[in-house]
């Protein structure tokens, strides 16, 4: 069964880092594009990071760029995303997510509705 599982979520203050990864079962995850997500209350689930399966190379919003950082190790068959000075309006459920081919094409940055094999989500909280 082809699944992802999204784990490292929680509570931190404001400042804080957690580092969330996304480890996928029943399929390799070495060529595929994987894209990080996160949802607010009463928001639109937001693509916030995103890395190839091809040459590796990574794509960030402005929102978390510089702070948050998209990695894979295919041996582990993971991909993590290390956030860092995390602030309150960092407070969602995030995401894992497979596309079949890259994250963008042209101008447009595939989103939500692009990607496939999504995992169940992780809470983060940031929060003093």
């Known amino acids: 069964q082809v699944q992802l599982v999204e784990s490292g979520g929680g509570l931190v203050q404001p400042g804080g880092s957690l580092r969330l990864s996304c480890v996928a079962s029943g399929f390799s995850l070495t060529h595929y594009v994987v894209g990080w997500f996160r949802q607010g209350p009463g928001n639109q689930r937001e693509r916030i990071s995103c890395i190839s399966g091809y040459d590796g190379s990574t794509r960030y919003v402005d929102s978390v760029k510089g702070r948050f950082i998209i990695s894979r190790d295919n041996a582990e068959n993971t991909v993590y995303l290390q956030m860092n000075s995390l602030k309150p309006e960092d407070t969602a459920v995030y995401y894992c997510?497979?596309?079949?081919?890259?994250?963008?094409?042209?101008?447009?940055?595939?989103?939500?509705?692009?990607?496939?094999?999504w995992g169940q989500g992780v809470q983060v909280t940031v929060s003093s």
């Open positions: 997510a497979t596309h079949p081919h890259e994250c963008y094409s042209g101008d447009y940055e595939y989103t939500a509705a692009d990607f496939r094999s």
